[in-house]
């Protein structure tokens, strides 16, 4: 897998993680109490009895670890070598390869084609041949 589709799964893994995370946080937090004119909050029940302080903790680690992994990405793209002007010349080399490329190809799909008809038109007259050659019946 090349590094841009590296970098496009390792954002889509942080945004996975994030999103999970908010929503955890969302459905497991206790209750906290706005303002000393409100009631107190009702406890909020765990059903698995787990320590909530301990899953946001969890969570960032693993948002952190998503996160140095993307920075190590990152920093394995290739630098840029001279600025706009090195790539723009860059690009039209490239694009003048490709063209170049595209002639050749067209041309070896033209002979392609000439030789396929050749063989279709030799295809036929053997058929044809092998026709004529039964007697009817």
Known sequence: MDIISQLQ???????????????????DAPPNRLSPHYPEPPPHPTE????????????????????????????????????????????????????AIGQELQKQLEAAEKELNQVQDLFKQASDNCLNLKKPE
């Open 9 to 27: 799964e390792q954002v889509n893994l942080i945004a996975h993680l994030a999103f999970n995370t908010i929503g955890t946080l969302q459905r």
């Open 48 to 99: 698995d009895g787990s320590n909530f302080s301990e899953q946001p903790k969890l969570m960032s680690a693993g948002l952190v670890k998503a996160a140095k992994q993307f920075d190590a990405l990152v920093a394995a793209l290739p630098i840029s070598e001279g600025g706009e002007e090195a790539q723009i010349k860059r690009i039209a080399d490239l694009q003048a390869e490709n063209d």
